[in-house]
């Protein structure tokens, strides 16, 4: 069965909105969570950790005031895409690292279009 | 800065043609080489990850094998079930994944 929950797995939206994508991992608890982009016919790029009870790490050119984490508890991550623009449209995916070493569980994805 | 090549872009084969696809990477301390699955509008789904040069893995069809510069992906007598995107990627110092663009099999029946 699925060990990380990514909702929505899709969602348009009107330019100038925000947009929350949320991230559970079923299977166990995780202080650590991953948000990643990826753009059409492009690699899986790392765009932050989320921290649970702290600030998320923001990789390089990644906007943490547009790109808001909050790691809430041990089982919940969210991302929300503030004031979204159509250059925001992507696929957003989260990933949690599992129990087994080194190794990162990846949720379904969430499509996002931003008209 | 760790750097992922995966090859090539894209591969179409027949069922039961069997193939390798290719990753070359550039890591500072090899933490696991992982190689995922991707089909279209979903997540990544784990496959194998590998530790060290020499190491082997295999999964059904599916035999994933490590040296210092590169790893490949051997796929045996393939179905067209298996037409997926496969991606390499690679941890160096920290938990952080840098993944190659992938490589999108198709298998014709």
């Known amino acids: 069965g699925a060990v990380v929950s990514q909702h929505p797995s899709r969602v348009i939206c009107k330019s100038g909105t925000s947009v929350k994508i949320e991230c559970r991992s079923l299977?166990?608890?995780?202080?650590?969570m991953f948000w990643y982009r990826q753009f059409p016919k492009q690699s899986l790029m790392l765009m932050a950790t989320s921290n649970e009870g702290s600030k998320a790490t923001y990789e390089q050119g990644v906007e943490k005031d547009k790109f808001l984490i909050n790691h809430a508890s041990l089982t919940l991550s969210t991302l929300t895409v503030t004031s979204a623009h159509p250059e925001d449209s992507s696929f957003y995916i989260c990933?949690?690292?599992?129990?087994?070493?080194?190794?990162?569980?990846f949720g379904a994805g969430t499509r996002l279009s931003v008209l | 800065e760790d750097q992922v090549t995966q090859s090539p872009e894209a591969l179409r084969l027949q069922e039961g043609e069997s193939s390798s696809l290719n990753c070359s990477y550039t890591?500072?301390?090899?933490?696991?080489l992982f190689w995922y699955r991707q089909d279209p509008g979903k997540g990544p789904e784990f496959l194998f990850t590998l530790y060290s040069a020499g190491e082997e893995k295999e999964k059904e069809r599916l035999k994933a094998t490590l040296t210092k510069k590169e790893s490949f992906l051997h796929i045996t007598a393939p179905k067209p079930e298996d037409s997926a995107t496969y991606l390499c990627?690679?941890?160096?110092?920290?938990?952080?994944?840098?993944f190659g663009k992938g490589t999108k099999l198709t298998v014709n029946p």
């Open positions: 990933s949690v690292p599992g129990l087994a070493k080194n190794i990162q569980y």
């Open positions: 990627a690679v941890q160096g110092g920290s938990e952080k994944l840098v």
């Open positions: 890591v500072s301390g090899l933490r696991g």
């Open positions: 299977d166990f608890q995780a202080t650590t």
